[in-house]
């Protein structure tokens, strides 16, 4: 536990002793001379011109590739050296350890080179060369020098990763490093994909995939970490041609990530998926989840039934099982009984009753379903309705007097309520039990580090076109390092909410189109969710470009008023 009656510069200052990036003398110079100590930098800075070295900006240079691989990654790595360029004879060497002089030494003897130290901060080194070697470089590095490692072809029986407990462990670093690396940037998938000349690995980061720099020999390594992935999995190594699916969990600075383990065999071997699901997440409460007020008061209303259904629909990955445990928390109390059936089980919450659904055991949605019924609860979440019987169980469940929560795959709200009736439940117990829906979908964030205001003539286009005040801030995406030059970070929801009202529940008993029941919820008041996303385009949080990437033409038609003129789509486009 950090002493509170400590100076941050004091602080900073111990930490950097501790590292042997200065020395004692040069802590009391630094207190002496009063210099600013805020920050490494500017500590480094200080040391730069006290010992006539030069202090260096990563972002702005660019090491010389060939250069860096007469070097070991694994020296590198653990030293925090970074080879920049050759300069009248010397290699320039970016270094935060002044007096840690070990690594430079170590190079020195190993390459023959003349080693010219220069000062940078110690999170830039590790950033440049995580991204100059790749994630695991040191640990491919030291399998690739090992002359004991043997690969079986990728067509073999079996990968066998015992026969050294050296290339094991080496084997064991490299999965390791890849799921710690994925868990700290806020990744929800891994993807590693075999190619003919490479293995590529990509993370899911805010809804896009992002390449993840690796070294250029992982290929090699293919099969053998494969093997480990499945054997974490508790899968058959020996199985190369049937897909297969598995499970991880993993506790990483105490938070527990459930992982969903998914193994395809390609044309050049076999591809894995890896869904990362933060067990031990912070729930906000619904008013921190970002709805418009008319959706939060009747999002708010309807937790307050009896009895009914109310569903979320929207692509996979689009927050819906986020959003209805949100809606669980707020009720959650001990006067009601919450039983859920899902899978998996995303989030782990205390006094709710949670199954996970086990297809192999026989454990369907329906089947366990019919056994929560005897449970007495008052409240179901059924984690998503995917066939008939499990549509027909969670009806007759609403019906006979539980508060029932559900997720459904369709496009908007109204296709709800004709995707149940195509499913194979009567209009009649859809109208009757059916009592709101909402749709979802992520859109990214703008970074507020890097996000700058657009004074472009589309931004004046658009604000016109919307009928917003002219002098109201449009702002455009940029990159930076805080959100790795993608220009946002984070996701933010768009909803759009439908209360099946009376004149609605009549239009289900006709069978109306999904097109005459959208007309009839927007005359009610319903917002679509293009219309939601143009409110956090006019508040600064991200980009018409964002919301128009999630929703379709439709939905930006209906949202704008006005014919004939210029939509947003059309603005876009032109942008």
Known sequence: MPNPTVKPSEDLLGRMLASRQISSMDAEALKQARVPQENEEQVLRWLASEYGLSFVNLEQSNPDRELLSLFPARILLKEELLPLQRVNGHVEIATSRLFATQGL????????????????????????????????????????????????????????????????????????????????????????????????????????????????????????????????????????????????KVRIDEAEVDIRVSIIPMLHGEAVVMRLLRQNSTLRGLGQIGMAAREYDHFKQVLGLPHGIILVTGPTGSGKTSTL????????????????????????????????VNEKSGLTFARGLRSILRHDPDVILIGEIRDRETA???????????????????????????????????????????????????????????????????????????????????????????????????????FEWMDTDENIRQLILKSASTDQIRAAARQAGMRTLAEDGWRLVAEGITTVEEVLSVTTAKEVERSTPGAGEQTPASIAVAR
């Open 325 to 356: 445990y949100t809606a669980l928390n707020e009720i959650n109390d001990s006067v009601r009984k919450i039983i859920t059936v899902e899978d998996p089980v995303e989030y782990q919450l205390k006094g709710v009753n949670q199954i996970q």
């Open 105 to 248: 030494d170590s190079l020195k003897t190993l390459t023959g080179l003349n080693l010219l130290p220069v000062l940078a901060g110690s999170e830039a080194i590790q950033r440049e060369i995580k991204k100059r070697l790749g994630v695991g470089a040191d640990t491919i590095g030291t399998l690739d020098e090992e002359k004991g490692l043997e690969v079986l072809d990728e067509n073999a029986e079996n990968t066998n990763l015992d026969e050294g407990a050296e290339d094991e462990a080496s084997i064991i670093r490299f999965v390791n490093q890849v799921l710690k690396d994925a868990i700290e940037l806020r990744a929800s998938d891994i993807h590693l994909e075999p190619f003919e000349d490479e293995f590529r690995i990509r993370y899911r980061i805010d809804g896009e995939l992002q390449d993840v720099p690796v070294p250029a020999q992982l290929k090699r390594f293919q099969p053998a970490i494969v093997s480990r992935i499945k054997i974490l999995s508790h899968l058959n190594i020996a199985e190369k041609r049937l897909p297969q699916d598995g499970r991880i």
């Open 392 to 494: 027909q169980i969670a009806v007759q469940a609403s019906l006979t007097g539980h508060l029932v929560f559900s997720t459904l795959h369709t496009n908007d709200a109204p296709g709800a309520l004709t995707r149940l009736v195509d499913m194979g439940v009567e209009p009649y117990l859809v109208a009757s039990s059916l009592e709101a829906v909402l749709a979802q979908r992520l859109v990214r964030v703008l970074c507020p580090a890097c996000k700058q205001k657009d004074d472009s003539i589309t931004a004046t286009q658009f604000k016109t076109r919307l009928g917003m005040d002219p002098v109201r801030v449009l702002y455009k995406s940029v990159g930076c390092r805080d959100c790795r030059q993608t220009g946002f970070h984070g996701r933010h929801a768009i």
